[in-house]
Every structure is written in C-alpha cells, then in structure tokens.
C-alpha cells in the first residue's frame, strides 16, 4: 500500500510538473501552414489570435500600407514590401515569434513568406486580416494620422 501511495505521489508530481513546463506563456494554437520554400508560416483566425494576445509573447506587426487601422496591442509597423531593409526591427533570434497582418492577409501572407526565405521559423499570419478580425466583432483601432 506504500508503494502504491508513493507511485501515485511520484506519478502526480510528473505530470504537474510537465503540465507547468508544457504551458509556459504559451497558448496552444492550431493553424493552417503554408508551404514556402521547404519551410513554412502559419495562417491563424482572428479568434485565435485574440486568445495569442491575451500571453503576448510575440510582436503583432501591421505590414498593410497605407495605414488602415491597427489591432490593439500592435508593437510594429513595417511595410509589407520593406521588410528586408527593416529586419533591424524584429526579433533578431530567427526562431521567435512573430505574427503578421494587414487589412485582407494578402499584404501580410507576402511579407510572411518574405520572412520565412529569410530563415525565420516561427512566422504566423492572420488570415483574412483586418477585416476579417472586425467581421468576428473584434476592436480595430483607427488612429488619425
């Protein structure tokens, strides 16, 4: 009975403790990829998204010109067709998050691939953008510029 007591302990104590390893900051997200190069991106709803935001641990970057709005908590604005001459802006570690989006994900899905040929690895994009975050009932900032 002892050692049933004391397996049971030892059990309870893995998996707890895996339980907090395996959650981090991270929320479990599923997503569709798309295939660049050998390597790839991943496309996110806007429902998906909003609960990445709730542990923040990535840069959400606006890359749609001209500016069209922002989604709440954007840290970066980088032209979807200047991300190579602005690489100084993001994560220099190539395997760190970052999501992309713009105002329909067209904008967004060239720059993710853009970064994905550069090396990175952990690349996400918002499918349908902007307007697709709004049609889910979704904020969108419009600051005037």
Not at 30 to 47: C, F, L, M, R, T
Not at 66 to 91: A, C, H, K, M, S
Request: charged share 20%; glycine share 8%; hydrophobic share 40%.
């Amino acid at each position: 009975m002892k050692r049933i007591s004391f397996l049971f302990a030892v059990l309870l104590i893995a998996v707890i403790t895996f339980a907090a390893c395996a959650g981090g900051s991270s929320i479990p997200v599923e997503g569709k990829e798309v295939q660049v190069n050998g390597a790839y991106y991943v496309d996110i709803s806007p429902a998906q998204l909003h609960s990445m935001l709730e542990t923040k641990d990535f840069p959400p970057v606006n890359v749609h010109i001209p500016y069209e709005g922002e989604i709440p908590r954007t840290d970066l604005f980088v032209p979807y067709n200047q991300i190579e001459e602005n690489l100084t802006q993001f994560p220099q570690e190539k395997g760190a998050k970052i999501v992309l989006y713009c105002r329909s994900g067209s904008m967004s899905a060239i720059a993710a691939r853009t970064l994905v040929k550069l090396g990175f690895s952990n690349v996400w994009n918002l499918a349908g953008g902007m307007v697709e975050w709004e049609r889910q009932g979704y904020e969108l900032i419009h600051k005037t510029q």
